[in-house]
């Protein structure tokens, strides 16, 4: 649900990192705003536990230029993974434009991605948008650690359409903005559909 702002000739588009607990999805955008320069970027508010697990949300909001006169800025999101925060994930789903589900690619995880890709679908369907429809990029994150799963067994589990794959290390920045310019894409390609 893309925000057009006629009169102060602002796009204002949503985005949310999705995925299951301890994936990385924090750490995508806790790099997302290191590396942006200050006046292209707003605060970031991550309401976390004392143990740094995503509480509520993380919210960044970025700006990236301006396309035909309106100056577009994207707000950045996080659900918190852990299972028992199914309620808050559902809301901060509400008038999103674009998901980027950062699965984590050790083995031991694989159920846990799982779940996460089927709860996302519920909570997107729950929320009236479709999975198959929605600007979506499936990035396979934690790339760096031994028990990595191969990227193409993780890809044949968790590509729910066509969508594009990206491999990461969110620590260190690999992906990371591949990420968000491929999900940005997509969102700014279905806005001219509008
Ligand atoms: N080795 C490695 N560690 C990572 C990677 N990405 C994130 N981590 C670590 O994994 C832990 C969890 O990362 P977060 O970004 O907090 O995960 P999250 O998905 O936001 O977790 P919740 O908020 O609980 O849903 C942190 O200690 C990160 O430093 C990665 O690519 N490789
Ligand atoms: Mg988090």
Redesign the pocket.
């Known amino acids: 649900m893309t925000f057009i702002n006629y009169a102060a000739r602002e796009i204002n588009c949503k985005i949310v990192?999705y995925?299951?607990?301890?994936?990385?999805?924090?750490?995508?955008i806790?790099f997302v705003y290191d590396k942006t320069a200050g006046g292209a970027k707003g605060k970031l508010i991550s309401l976390?536990t004392e143990t740094?697990?995503?509480l509520f949300f993380?919210f960044l909001p970025i700006e990236l230029g301006t396309i035909r006169g309106f100056r577009t800025r994207f707000h950045l999101y996080?659900?918190?993974?852990?299972v028992f925060y199914d309620a808050s994930r559902k809301l901060i789903l509400k008038g999103v434009d674009g998901v980027v589900f950062?699965a984590?690619?050790q083995e031991a995880r694989m159920d846990a991605n799982v779940e996460a890709v089927h709860n996302l679908k519920e909570n997107l369907r729950e929320n009236g948008y479709d999975i198959q429809k929605i600007p979506y990029v499936l990035q396979l994150?934690?790339?760096?650690?031994p028990t990595a799963v191969p990227t193409p067994d993780l890809v044949k589990t968790l590509r729910l359409r066509n969508e594009p794959v990206y491999e990461?290390?969110?620590?260190?920045g690999?992906g990371v903005f591949d990420t968000l310019k491929s999900v940005v894409k997509l969102v700014l390609m279905d806005l001219k559909k509008r």
């Open positions: 990192y995925g299951p607990g301890l994936g990385g999805k924090t750490t995508n806790q976390a740094d697990r995503t993380d996080t659900v918190p993974g852990q950062v984590d690619s994150n934690k790339r760096d650690l990461a290390v969110a620590p260190k690999l």
